[in-house]
């Protein structure tokens, strides 16, 4: 089966999982960084101020944190 090619494979919640994931797994600072850029090129244009917020935050784990309480997603 030939699926058509995506040009931004990832959406923002695969990107916000992908973090979450980092959080759960590390829980550093650095590891959700580090998942952030490497999912910042792979999500569209107007996803990546957000991502971008997550990597210059002061506190990437405070910011996880939030995100597993806030009851909407």
Known sequence: ???PAR???YSMMDAILIMLL???IHGT???IRA???NVRDKVSAA???T???VIRCSSP???AENVCKDESL
């Open 61 to 63: 784990t405070k910011w």
């Open 22 to 24: 980092a959080y759960r």
């Open 51 to 53: 991502i971008n917020l």
């Open 7 to 9: 040009t931004n494979p």
């Open 29 to 31: 600072d650095e590891a």
């Open 35 to 37: 998942a952030a850029h």
């Open 47 to 49: 996803c990546r101020p």
């Open 1 to 3: 089966m030939n699926l």
